[in-house]
């Protein structure tokens, strides 16, 4: 008992610190693709046409995470009067626009173009992240901890104290059965492995989670919601977290020298909206977008060797066991 509850150790709390998922993918080829990957094997029900997104667009920083869009819905509108609208050239222009838009005008000279288009990201699995993790951990003592997978060493400071504490730091990745996840080519990230970031695809992750873009949301949800029929994830979208859990592998080690990174998966029910204008202001357009969010959380606390700690579960135990 004394042992497995560590009656030595205090608990101190952890906060996330220097914990960031970056984007670790190249730029992307401008053009129109529905040949490659997930887009040749889509059933008619749904858009057929699959495009690529700017690195800004294929990647987008969120409140506490990131997002990556799987498919995307648009909508334009353009309003004219007068001469503009009596051009056969606005007319044109507004049907070779892609998507083709609807003209339509009016006896009173007015006149509109009005587009939709939906479709879904060329390959969004193999967007590429870098994630870094990090923690802070604030002793009883007032001595402050810094440690992190990019770091060469710990760092303890309290006002003018600072010293380093050298040792590693492994990442495991591990899916929520606790088995061992490849991310990167690989389970386990040492701090070397790790110094410019831990190398992972959004497939990689999804694997790890037990997912697939094109199941039914009805595995992830497991029947507490109905979804219309023929919908899949990468139609619904969903939220990825990475669990970061610190523990120490010694029976007196104060550090932790092993962090377990748990990929879990959630439903997801919200998109992301963006609008602006084109054609200095004379086009409006909206764009709602559905896909993954990639966000983190810390469950851990620093355990160290405490003195007082051990003294005083010393003392409740004698009183429990009743020894005099």
């Known amino acids: ?136 951990a604030r002793l009883s003592s007032g001595t402050s901890v810094l440690g992190g997978s990019a770091m060469t060493a710990d760092v303890h400071f309290a006002g003018r104290y600072l010293y380093q504490e050298s040792g590693e730091l492994l990442t495991i990745f591990q899916s929520l059965g606790g088995s061992r996840c490849l991310v990167g080519g690989r389970s386990t990230w040492t701090r070397t492995d790790a110094s410019n970031g831990i190398s992972a695809t959004l497939e990689e992750l999804l694997i790890c989670a037990g997912l697939s873009l094109e199941m039914s949301p009805d595995m992830l949800a497991k029947g507490a919601f109905t979804y219309q029929s023929g919908i899949t994830l990468r139609d619904m979208g969903l939220s990825l977290e990475l669990q970061f859990a610190y523990s120490s592998t010694g029976f007196l080690s104060q550090r932790p020298q092993v962090c377990h990174v748990t990929v879990t998966a959630l439903p997801n029910f919200i998109s992301h909206h963006s609008r602006g204008t084109r054609l200095d202001g004379a086009m409006r357009w909206t764009r709602e977008a559905n896909g993954v969010v990639l966000t983190t959380v810390l469950h851990s606390t620093y355990q160290r060797f405490h003195l007082p700690t051990l003294v005083n579960s010393l003392v409740n135990l004698f009183v429990i066991m009743q020894i005099p």
């Open 1 to 136: 008992y004394c042992v497995e509850t560590g009656i030595w150790k205090e608990d101190c709390p952890m906060e996330p610190w220097s914990t960031a998922i970056l984007s670790g993918s190249a730029n992307r080829s401008a053009g129109i693709n529905s040949t490659v990957g997930h887009c040749a094997t889509l059933p008619e029900a749904v858009p057929r046409v699959c495009r690529p997104l700017s690195q800004d667009e294929a990647f987008v920083f969120v409140k506490n995470g990131v997002f990556i869009p799987t498919i995307i819905s648009e909508s334009s509108s353009w309003d004219g009067s007068g001469e503009a609208c009596r051009m056969n050239a606005a007319q044109q222009w507004c049907q070779d626009s892609v998507p083709a838009g609807a003209f339509k005008s009016d006896i009173a000279g007015r006149c509109s173009c009005q587009g939709t288009d939906r479709f879904y990201v060329l390959d969004p699995l193999q967007e590429r992240l870098k994630i870094f993790h990090g923690y802070r």
